[in-house]
């Protein structure tokens, strides 16, 4: 999709069902040590982020990668594509919200890569229980703040919202997978409402016109759990 067809686009916006709230509890409190965030419950526990615990899974990959592209390189890459992808799910929660201004103050290119997903969101995404929201589980000794928890094609999911300059293999993205586990268990504990089916949509730049400019994978739960727990294990042993 180039910026004339956007131009050109009908703004046409579904509306989406809301569930009320069923978190006992608006909000955690963050702290940071040694430069990883972590969470206290309102039991009182502090529990790390299920994000810093399963970079376990890319960091020797990520090393590979600034020692080819070089540090300064890396860090600017790195600090684009973060830009980009939490403009791009910020659009996503506005649209999920129905706010009809979702759109307003984002630049071109992050409207493009929404476009990509939108007609996913509108064709599958049922009813919203939860989007933004800070979850924990005291049986992983885990928290995190997950994108979204609603029906994907009729049953209630652990829905991620990703971006990428290219396609991902799964066998490249089983972190991603692991990190949706963990919210559904943390999901499951916190409201009695059992989740198996986890979602992840990854809007791609389509820089030639030549695919979807969009992948959806369609998980199931238990098989990411052991990868979870046994990163869990590495991470406890190392700190």
Request: glycine content about 6%; charged content about 25%.
């Amino acid at each position: 999709m180039n910026q004339i067809s956007l131009m050109e686009e009908e703004w046409t916006k579904t509306v989406f069902e809301h569930a009320n709230n069923l978190l006992p509890y608006e909000d955690l409190e963050t702290t940071e040590f040694n430069g990883r965030r972590q969470y206290l419950t309102p039991e009182g526990n502090t529990y790390p982020s299920v994000t810093t615990v399963l970079s376990i899974l890319s960091e020797d990959s990520i090393a590979k990668w600034k020692l080819r592209v070089g540090e300064e390189e890396a860090n600017k890459v790195s600090t684009r594509a973060s830009r980009r992808g939490t403009a791009v799910h910020e659009v996503c929660e506005k649209y999920l919200d129905n706010d009809p201004a979702y759109r307003a103050g984002y630049m071109p290119n992050v409207i493009e890569n929404f476009m990509t997903i939108k007609g996913v969101l509108d064709a599958r995404i049922g009813k919203v229980y939860a989007q933004e929201v800070p979850l924990y589980s005291d049986h992983l000794c885990l928290a995190g703040r997950v994108d979204c928890i609603a029906e994907f094609d009729g049953k209630i999911s652990v829905i991620d919202f990703k971006t990428s300059a290219k396609t991902k293999r799964k066998s490249y993205i089983k972190n991603y997978f692991a990190q949706e586990a963990a919210y559904a268990i943390m999901w499951e504990e916190r409201t009695g409402m059992p989740i198996t089916q986890l979602v992840t949509i990854i809007a791609v730049d389509n820089l030639y016109g030549s695919g979807p400019g969009h992948q959806v994978y369609i998980e199931k739960r238990d098989d990411h759990t052991k990868l979870l727990t046994e990163t869990i294990d590495e991470y406890s042993k190392r700190n």
